[in-house]
Structures are given as C-alpha cells and as structure tokens.
C-alpha cells in the first residue's frame, strides 16, 4: 500500500462539518497529486455510492469510496475530525474518514490491499492508534502497515501495542477453531465490492472466534473471489449471507439453515446473525434450495425492505432485459430480408423446401426466415424471465409456457407479462408447502414444472387468455387510429421517456411498447411509425453531447471530451447509454436538456410519418427506414436542441467552490485547467 496512501494525503484536523464538505477536503488531495483528474466528476461518482446505503459504521468511521474513470490510480486519503461528522452511522458522528478512490478497471492486486484495510478498520486497537497518532506521517505508515517513523515514543508505543494485539488475536484463533462444535459458511458482497465485503467478512469472522464457532467467509468482492471448498459448506451447520448484490451460485448452499441480510447487517450486528442461524439449526429450518423465500434474483440483487412496487419492477425489467437481445437480433434479421428481397418476401415458400445458392431472394428469404424464429421467442423468453426473476429456476418453464400461450393465442406483449406474473406467483405458492425431505429432490425437477406448468396453462387458456386478447386487440386499434395531433403527442411522450433515464426503466418501457407492436408478422403502418419515433428520440441524447463537446469544449471536463468521441459512435448506433456519464456527472441539466430534444425528436418523427421495421440500428438502417429525408432532419433538430439547451444552462452555472479556489492561481492558462488543482 506504499504507493496508495502517503503523508500527502493525510489530515488530522479535518475542518468539514458534513460529508459532503469532507469528500471534497480529501478529493482535493487526491487531485493534486494527480490521482483524481475531475474533481467533479469523482465527488458526483462518490455521491451516486453514498446515495445507494450510506457508508458510516459503528466505531466513529466513515468511509467513503466508489470506482470511477476519473481516478488513475487506486489511492486512500484519510481525515481526522474532532468535531465529528454524519455518515449515517447508527451509533452517531464519524471522527475517522477514509477515503477509497479505485479506478474502473482496477487490478485485482490493488483491490485486494484495499480489502486488507476494510479487515483493519474492525480493529480496535488500529482505529485507536489512528486517533493517537500525531503526524500525517505516522498516520500513513500505520494505514500502509509499515514500521512508524521513530518520532516519539506514543508511536512506537502504539505501533508495539498494535502488533501484540494482532499476535494475541492470532495465538487465541487456534483453539477457538479447534474446539468448535458449531460450522458456519457465510458470504459478503456489496455494490463496489471495495469495502463492505471485507468489512461485514471481518466482522463476521472476529464474532464467530468470540462465539466460539468455526466460521469461513467467502467475500465476494470486486477482486474476485476463491469459492469456499465444497467440503466446508457439506459440513457447515449453517450460512450467513450478507450481501447487498447477487450472491453468486447460491445453489450451493440449499438445504442449510440460512440467515440472509444486508451488508451492513454483517458488520453491524455479526453477533445476532451468528445466534440467529444457531438458533434456526436447533429448530431444524432449512432453505427448500433455489428459489425459495428470498433466494430469488430480484431480492438478491435489492435491499431487503424493498417495497412491493419495486420488486415489480425489477421483476418486469428482468424480463425485458433477457428479450431485447431477441428483438435486436430477430428484427434486424428481418429488416436485412426486407432489404434484400423486397416486402414480397413475407410470402416466400420456407428455405427448406427451396433455397438457390445464387439468387439473391433466397438470400433474403432466408434471412427473414432466421428473423422470425428469433421473434417468435420474444413473448416466452418475456414471461419465462419474469417468473425466473421472481422465482428463480423453477419459475422459467410455466414461464415459457405461459408466454407461449399467450404468443399462440395473440395475447401479446400484455399476455407474456401476465403469464410471467402469473407463472412466478404459482411457482412461490407452491414452495411454501411443507414437503416431506425425502420429496425434496424432485421437487425443483418434476413436481414444481409439471403442476405450476398446469395451473399456469389452464389459466391461460381458460380463464384470462381471451380477455387479455381482446384488450391487445383494442391496443393495437387504437395505436392505429392514433393520426395528426394524437400521434404527435404520441411522439413527445415517448420522446420524454426514452431521454428520461437513459437505459434505465422508464427507456425501457418506451422501447417494449415499440418493439411489441412490431413483433408480429405484419406490423401496422401506426406500429412502425412508433418504433421510429422510439429510435430517434434514444439517439439524440449522446448525440446532443458529442456535439455539445466538440462546440463549447471549455464547458467540459477533459474526460468528458474524450467520452463525447465515443458518444458520436453509441448515439450513432442507438445506444442511449452514450449519455450516462454526462448525466451522471450534471444530472439537472443534462437530463432535462435530453428529454427536451427527445421530445422534439419524437413529435417531429411521428408528424413526417417516418415508419421503421427493425427495432435497433440506428443510422445503419437508414436504408430500411419510410422517409428517410426527414427522419434524419427529426433527429438533427432534437440533437440541436439538446446541445443548445445544455451548453445554455452549463453557461448560468456558478463554478464550484473548490475549483475556482484552486483555479484562481492559473486562471491565465486554461490549456492546463485539469491540471490546476496542483497548485492547491
């Protein structure tokens, strides 16, 4: 950690009064020595971490950290407050502030001596050490685990204390783990995978010796991570998951009794959950193996207080994002048949019975022939995935089978999302019956798919299929008789939604309604338009800030420049995502400027009548699209709209405290402006 942490980066009279202040005080130092590039960019990415769980811990700590292509290298920074300052810590104020800067693409090895630090902050005597330390000096080697500078004796004193603590906790392990007749495996991981992993692993391993139990962790963290021996999870009494991601193949801890929490809960309270699995071990609770209770993708990935409306949600966006790769692939299939062989080629025989190596209408048919098997996956694959979201493994055939049904019966995009609910919803039922263990093993392989595929395909058919039909129908009419000013408000809707989030939800949600109206053998003419105006409006957001770069370059940052080269290319290629780093970076400007240009995009789109059959492409099926002409003219006033829009609003903006301070030096010298932080 040599190069990771020096006295440079170290204050012991930290003056910030809130964490926000107190990022900044610590970035800046960051910034001068040239581990940080955008000041901004970085506090922003640190923000974004912060507003997903708060990073205060027991203990007076705050620590911090997030990875971001603003740093260049994996640096620590560390602030001593006497005041204390609030990181959402249960226990109050932090006095002790780490700061974790790692760049996107860390190396394992660097990520691997953060982890090391996480496991030092859950020591006393090392927390107590930092507080008594007299020099930043002192305070660096202490954190890099080097000899402390010989200053005075309150450091070698303290250093000596350290090391005899490390040594007892090392001498009292062994017999701890021999006599313990209790086994627990447990798992951590968190969002970035830099600090709470190792943090909750090192909570959970110090309360497991105080309880006198044996117990291995796996940590799951941005390294990497060596899977537990099989060995040891066969002979674990129980398992403790904390995590606030997916634990990676949780199959292999079924049949145990589990505890399963929230990172935080790891490091917070390692105690309780070590005497809650013990406590369910005696009872004989047990998980019923994947999919069960809360083992489901979706409560995986979320907190644990999720609200019903959010895991809906995230249910539905499971779907989807397991079918847009059949809608990219099956459409553009399709749209390259059209292409070459004319509209005619909807009608030609099946390739099977009649395919010329040198007619170029072959060629074509063959290609929409492909298109269409791939489309016809995109209902099933919508419906199996949301009930795999809800339910896991077990959730995936009723879920084909219910979209299935739904494709035969033309139930359509609104069928495969309820045959999904509905498939999941069976499948959670049934793993809530008690089943005798020696039934267990073929419950997930043939009693769970045979009745949930039954129950599931009854209601289909029977009960709710006709009446979905019909409302898919009335749809579909009235996106038909849409025409003049209720197409053109169509359009600004849809152009709002797609620029809203870039990618996320809301986007996708605009792209779904495009993409089901035109997953049918003969999409309408109003189908077509819509997914037009869906494509437009998604291009113009990475667009608008490739030019809005190239235009006032003074406006943005050096990274920013450099990713809005590569936003010509993603906004080209209808890849909305293009835009993320600028929003990320100024979100109140950014994103209402998109939605304004998307907006214009979509009304304009939907007024020239511009139609497209393939639901992705971007520029590249041009060739493919009805009115090409004015499409693009749809797209480039969007684009201008944009970057007028955000290039104005950049220009009322108010410089940043720190970077007019640091500025103020070399205000004379603006080709050097990402520099200048040095100076500070």
């Known amino acids: 950690m040599s190069d990771m942490i020096t006295a440079d980066l170290v204050d012991l009279d930290l003056s910030a009064d809130t964490k926000e202040a107190a990022a900044r005080a610590l970035a800046e130092r960051m910034v001068a020595l040239g581990r940080v590039t955008d000041l901004e960019g970085f506090l922003a990415d640190v923000a974004a971490r912060e507003a997903q769980m708060p990073t205060g811990l027991d203990g007076g700590i705050g620590i911090p950290h997030c990875r971001s292509e603003h740093v260049t290298e994996p640096t620590l920074a560390f602030g001593r407050s006497s005041a204390g300052i609030d990181f959402g810590a249960p226990d109050g104020p932090a006095d002790l502030i780490f700061l974790i800067a790692a760049p996107a693409g860390a190396d394992d090895a660097h990520l691997t001596i953060l982890s090391s630090l996480a496991r030092q902050l859950m020591n006393t005597e090392f927390t107590d050490a930092l507080r008594s330390a007299e020099s930043p000096r002192n305070a660096a080697a202490l954190i890099r685990g080097d000899e402390p500078p010989a200053e005075g004796a309150t450091e070698d004193s303290v250093a000596a204390s350290a090391a005899a603590s490390a040594d007892a906790a090392t001498a009292n392990t062994a017999p701890d783990v021999a006599e313990a007749p209790f086994r627990i495996v447990a798992v951590t991981s968190c969002p970035t995978g830099i600090a709470h992993t190792y943090m909750a692993a090192e909570s959970l391993e110090n309360a497991g010796r105080e309880a006198g139990v044996e117990l291995v962790v796996e940590t799951q963290g941005s390294a990497g991570f060596t899977r537990l021996d099989p060995a040891a999870i066969a002979a674990a009494d129980g398992v403790i998951f904390a995590h606030d991601v997916p634990v990676r193949d949780k199959d292999r801890f079924a049949g145990k009794p589990t505890v399963d929490v929230g990172v935080k809960a790891g490091i917070n309270r390692a105690a309780e959950l070590i005497t809650e699995v013990r406590g369910k071990a005696e009872r004989g609770e047990v998980t019923a193996g994947a999919g069960a209770g809360a083992g489901t993708p979706v409560e995986r990935a979320g907190e644990s207080g999720d609200s019903y409306g959010t895991k809906l949600r995230k249910w539905l966006m499971t779907g989807v994002s397991y079918m847009v790769p059949f ?22 025989p099946s390739v099977m019975k009649h395919f ?72 959670l039922s049934i793993q809530r019956i008690k089943i005798p263990p020696v039934l267990r093993g073929i419950m997930p392989v043939v009693v769970i798919p045979l009745i949930s595929s039954l129950i599931v395909g009854f209601l289909m058919f029977v009960v709710i299929g006709k009446p979905i039909a019909e409302a898919q129908k009335g749809m579909t009419d009235w996106l038909n008789g849409l025409s003049g000013a209720n197409a053109i408000l169509l359009g600004v809707l849809l152009g709002l939604m797609m620029c809203f989030d870039l990618g996320g939800p ?27 105006a869906v494509m437009a409006a998604g291009m113009v957001p990475p667009l608008a800030m490739a030019l809005a770069t190239t235009v006032r370059k003074k406006l943005f940052t050096q990274t920013e420049r450099e990713n809005g080269k590569a936003a010509w290319v993603l906004g080209a290629s209808f890849i909305s995502e293009g835009a993320i780093p600028f929003a990320a970076a100024d979100p109140l400007r950014v994103i209402p400027a998109s939605m304004a240009g998307g907006a214009v995009t979509g009304a304009l789109s939907m007024a020239f009548g511009a139609t497209l059959r393939a ?25 201008c709209v944009t970057t007028a829009l955000v290039v104005a609003l950049k220009s009322m903006r108010k410089p940043a405290t720190g970077t007019t301070a640091t500025a103020a030096p070399d205000t004379t010298a603006p080709a050097a402006g990402h520099k200048q932080p040095i100076a500070a």
């Open 506 to 532: 809301v986007n996708k949600v605009a792209y779904a309604f495009a993409t089901a109206g035109i997953a049918v053998q003969n999409p309408s003419n109003s189908a077509m338009k819509v997914m037009a």
């Open 615 to 639: 639901p992705h492409g971007g520029i590249f099926v041009v060739p493919l699209i009805g009115s090409p002409f004015l499409y693009l003219i749809a797209i480039a006033a969007g684009v």
């Open 327 to 348: 809608v990219a692939a099956g459409g553009l299939l399709l749209a390259l048949g059209f292409a070459i062989g004319g509209w005619q080629i909807a009608s030609a």
């Open 356 to 427: 010329s190596w040198t007619e170029i209408d072959s060629w074509g048919a063959l290609l929409f022939q492909i298109g269409q098997v791939a489309f016809g996956f995109l209902i099933p694959v919508l419906a199996g995935y949301i009930a795999y979201g809800m339910a896991d493994r077990p959730g995936l055939v009723p879920g084909f089978v219910g979209g299935m049904i739904a494709s035969n019966i033309a139930a359509g995009f609104l069928g495969g999302l309820v045959a999904g609910l509905l498939a999941g919803g069976v499948v």
